[in-house]
Structures are given as C-alpha cells and as structure tokens.
C-alpha cells in the first residue's frame, strides 16, 4: 500500500512537473482568471471589483502627481513586460528563426496577413459607418499563449512543423498587431516626448554596445523610455517592443573563444588554489572568479536568457492579471440579443469565421505560387485546425478594444464577442485537430 502511495505520489509529481513546463498550464490559467472576472463581475461583490480596479495608485512630489488606475497600471505598465517578451520573440524569429529569410517566412507571413485582414474585413462589413467602426482591430489578433496552450492538449500527435507553423504566424501576427497599435490607436502624438524617448533608447543601445553592466543604469533607462512614451501619446506597451529591439539575440563572444578563455582562467584559479575565504581576502582571486562570470555572460545570448526569466512571470502573473482586469463584463439581459449587436457578430465572425479563411486560403496561394511549402508531416487538414485555434483573440483582441472603445458602453459589447469567439475557436479547433491528427500510438 505505501509503495502504491509512493508510486502515485511519484505519477502526481511528474504530471505537475509537466503540467507546470507546458503551454497548457499557462491555458489554463488564463481561462481560470477570465472566468474569475466573469464571475466577480456578476457576483454580488460586481461594484467592490470594479471600484476596486479604477482605485489610483501613484506617487506625488512638491505639489505634483503621477497616478493611474490600477487597471491602467496593469495595462500600461505590467503589459510592457509580454510586449517586451513579444519584441525578443519577434527580434529571434526575424534573425534566426522562421522568418529569417524569404523561403521561410512566405507561408507564415502570408498565412498571418491573411489572418489579419480578412476578420478586419468582415468585420468592417458589419460595422461600416457605424459607432463601433474603431474596432476594426479587435479581430485581427491571435493570443499566442491560449492557441498554443490548445494545440499542446495533443501532446506528441502535434507534428513538430504545425506548432512551429502556429508560433511563426502568431509572432508575424503579434508584429502586425503592434503596429495596428502604433499606427492607428494612437490619437496625439507629442514630438518632444517622442524625441526623448528616442534619445533614451540610443543611450540604451550605446549603453548595452558598451557593454555597460551596471544594471541600474540600463533600469533608469528603459523606465526613462516607458515614461517618455507613454507621454508621447503613442501606447505606452510600445516601448516593451523598442527596448526589446536593442537586446541582442546573437551571443557577444563566440563560443568556442568563450571555451579556450575560461578554460585559462580556471587553470590559473587551480594554481592560485582558490577558495571561499581567498576570494574575501584576495583581490586578485575575486577578479578572476568575476572575469570568468563576465565572460559567460557575453557567452549567452542575452535575448533567449531574458524570454526564459520572464516567460514564467508573463504566464504565472501579467497574463492571469490582465485576464482578472480585463475579462470582468457585467452581463445584462439576453446574451443572445448581445451577440447579435454589429460589433459583437463582427468580432465572433472575424475571428471564428475570417481567421481560418484568411490564413488557409492565404496558405494555399503561396504555395500553389511555388514561393512557400507546408513543413514536413503537416497537411491542410492540420493548416485548418490550427486557423481556428488562430481565432483564439482573447489577450491581445481585449488589449486593443480597451484602446478602441476605452471606458464607453461599447466595451462590454466587445468583451461579449471576444470572449464568445475565442471559445468558439477553441472547440472547432480542437475538434477538428482530433480528426486530423492521429491517433495516439498509431
């Protein structure tokens, strides 16, 4: 009996262990928090959550103020870290990974094109000259995290080349989004902010050229950044992706120099005969220990080292807050009667509907064009499946209808669509890859 303990002890570690590594934990947990602010804003505490997201946080000095809202300073400030890990994941992708050369970026690019501007179409359809014609944006994005989470349900029946397909076209689609962003839910922009900002970001692309390692430095500098850009009128999670342009992807120092360096010093650190007390006492013995650490540093490709810090802390904590911040919508009345609204069918048709056809006819034509291939073990069947988890809008969809629609009416309209389209994504989405992957062991 204690051996079968011991044996289910050791088989509810090892789910655990994966269940935390895999896309599916962070899934799910950004489904529990949406449910959560669904379920606080239809509760009987609804008005204690809402006051207590529009509470101001801030700090004043000399008669001056700097505050937000809570929620604002989880949208406008937390959020800056996902679009930081957004811009390395977009910086590592443009210069070695699937979009780092015409062959292989046509398919995703073209599939991620078509997966934006077919939902912006069919929702402008709905919506053209009307109140909610701002949201044309709303159904353009793909939420990376959830579509991924989705597709790893399928664990070793997902062919490696589909889920590589599915983050290549979710990071050319987060590159679009961004610039929707930038480009078109900017309303005034300030010139002399905006030239601050860009003043600060050469002093951070100088500061990391020269290998500057005092991190309160670089610290000072990118909030200085975050702070100029969020006065110039441009998105404030903007300057998530700039900072993130000037992180290096490529290693400093070639590895192998790295090697035949440190393999030096640590044959000179064995004659010094180092120790934990020596390395108080010997200046001499602390500067090689240090050396040695510098060179590792400038050894490790900065940009993967800081996605894999910040990954865990985007989906343990910023991704679960901005769910529990942004999902919350009071529900009043007929949800159906919602739904039928033009914004909301226009965002549930534009992702469940333009997302798969955008991104499958797109497809199609550059490979039928000869200028794109499908990747090795991935057939329609599966470019379909994955086109609907692509529909899977969720945290960038409510990111831009907060900029779109702000505090009016239309929000919670919105938020009905989102979240009634991701879902409805989901399910299709799964289903289908059920029917077009195979079965497990066969």
């Known amino acids: 009996m204690a051996r079968k303990d011991r044996d289910g002890g050791r088989s509810f570690l090892g789910f655990f262990e994966w269940f935390v590594r895999s896309e599916v934990s962070g899934s799910a947990l950004l489904l529990a928090a949406a449910v959560a602010a669904m379920a606080l804003a239809n509760s009987p505490w609804s008005a204690r959550y809402f006051e207590i997201l529009g509470t101001y946080v801030g700090v004043s000095w000399a008669g001056a103020a700097f505050e937000l809202s809570l929620q604002h300073w989880i949208n406008d400030g937390l959020m ?14 443009l210069l070695v990974g699937e979009l780092s050369s015409l062959k292989k970026a046509v398919l995703p690019v073209a599939a991620a094109v078509g997966g934006m501007a077919f939902p912006a179409l069919l929702f402008a359809a709905f919506n053209h000259g009307g109140a909610a014609a701002r949201g044309w944006g709303i159904p353009m994005a793909t939420d990376i995290a959830f579509a991924l989470g989705a597709l790893a349900m399928f664990g070793s029946r997902v062919p490696l080349g589909l889920k590589v397909f599915l983050m290549a076209v979710a990071i050319a689609d987060d590159l679009g989004a961004v610039a929707v962003i930038a480009i078109f839910y900017t309303s005034e922009i300030k010139l002399l902010a905006l030239a601050a900002a860009g003043a600060l970001l050469a002093a951070l692309f100088a500061a990391i050229r020269m290998r500057v390692r005092r991190r309160g430095i670089l ?57 934990a007390d020596s390395l108080i006492s010997d200046r001499e013995h602390l500067d090689h220990v240090e050396s040695v650490h510098a060179a590792a540093e400038d ?33 009043e009345g007929d949800v159906l009667e919602v739904l039928a609204q033009p914004l909301a069918l226009g965002i549930l048709v534009g992702l469940v509907v333009g997302k798969p056809l955008g991104i499958v006819l797109l497809s199609w034509l550059a490979v039928r064009s000869g200028h794109g291939a499908l990747p090795d073990g991935v ?64």
Not at 226 to 235: D, E
Not at 324 to 331: K, Q
Not at 380 to 385: L, P, Q, S
Request: proline share 5%; glycine share 8%.
């Open 219 to 275: 610290y000072l500098l990118i909030a200085g950044i975050w702070l100029a850009v969020f006065s110039s009128g441009v998105h404030a999670t903007v300057a998530g992706i700039l900072v993130a342009m000037m992180i290096p992807v490529r290693p400093r120092v070639d590895p192998a120099i790295f090697i035949e360096e440190a393999g030096h010093r640590l044959e000179r650190m064995r004659q010094l005969n180092v120790t």
């Open 379 to 442: 057939s329609w069947r599966h470019v379909i499946g994955v086109g609907c988890l692509a529909g899977i809008g969720f945290t960038m969809s409510l990111f831009i209808s907060g900029l779109a629609f702000l505090d009016t009416p239309l929000m919670a309209t919105a938020k009905v669509g989102i979240l009634s389209a991701s879902l409805t994504s989901t399910i299709i989405g799964i289903v289908l890859l059920s029917w077009a992957l195979p079965e497990p062991g066969a």
């Open 80 to 93: 800056v870290v996902f679009f930081f890990v957004v811009g390395l994941e977009i910086k590592r992708e």
């Open 299 to 331: 050894a490790l490709p900065a940009g993967l080292v800081l996605e894999r810090v910040l990954h865990p802390i985007q989906v343990w904590l910023i991704l679960p807050l901005f769910a529990l911040a942004n999902a919350g919508v009071r529900l």
